[in-house]
């Protein structure tokens, strides 16, 4: 690790600990040449996740998409910000866990769906909206009678 005051890479660990969120090693340093402090961080480096979309493309997991459509679906219900963080969270370590570089969106909208049911039944039918890309009333119908299906069954 080169010093950033006199570039010098001759340098000592003085202090190691972990940052707040556990995610992290924050480090302070002192240069051997200038006796100057500094801190460096420790990251794990990961592998992004790919998403394959619909159209074959593919990009980069985004959490903020995820919570975007989250914060949408549950818009003025009462479903709060620590849940969907906590649901995103679940998300991305179950998607990390299945060693899987590459995940299609479909999967991915399965799990929301899936845990958005159990959560809040509105919510869950404004995504699937979204999701499965109702065209007119009658999609909505045909999604409202499965929900009131499961309902039933339990």
């Not at 924050?26 to 394959?52: G, K, N, Q, S, W």
């Not at 985004?62 to 009462?78: D, I, P, Q, T, W």
């Amino acid at each position: 690790m080169n010093c950033p005051f006199c570039g010098e890479n001759n340098n000592k660990v003085i202090d190691s600990r972990l940052n707040k969120e556990g995610t992290a090693i924050r480090r302070r340093r002192e240069c051997i040449a200038c006796d100057r402090r500094f801190t460096t961080y420790e990251h794990v480096e990961e592998v992004p996740l790919m998403i394959i979309k619909k159209d074959r493309r593919r990009e980069v997991f985004s959490r903020e998409k995820v919570r975007s459509g989250l914060k949408r679906a549950c818009e003025k219900r009462e479903v709060s910000m620590n849940v969907i963080e906590e649901f995103i969270d679940e998300l991305e370590r179950d998607l990390r866990e299945s060693g899987e570089k590459e995940i299609s969106s479909d999967v991915i909208g399965g799990k929301i769906m899936a845990r958005l049911s159990t959560l809040d039944k509105v919510a869950y039918v404004r995504f699937a909206s979204v999701y499965r890309d109702f065209k007119d009333v009658n999609d909505f119908v045909t999604e409202l009678k499965t929900l009131l299906d499961h309902r039933q069954e339990e």
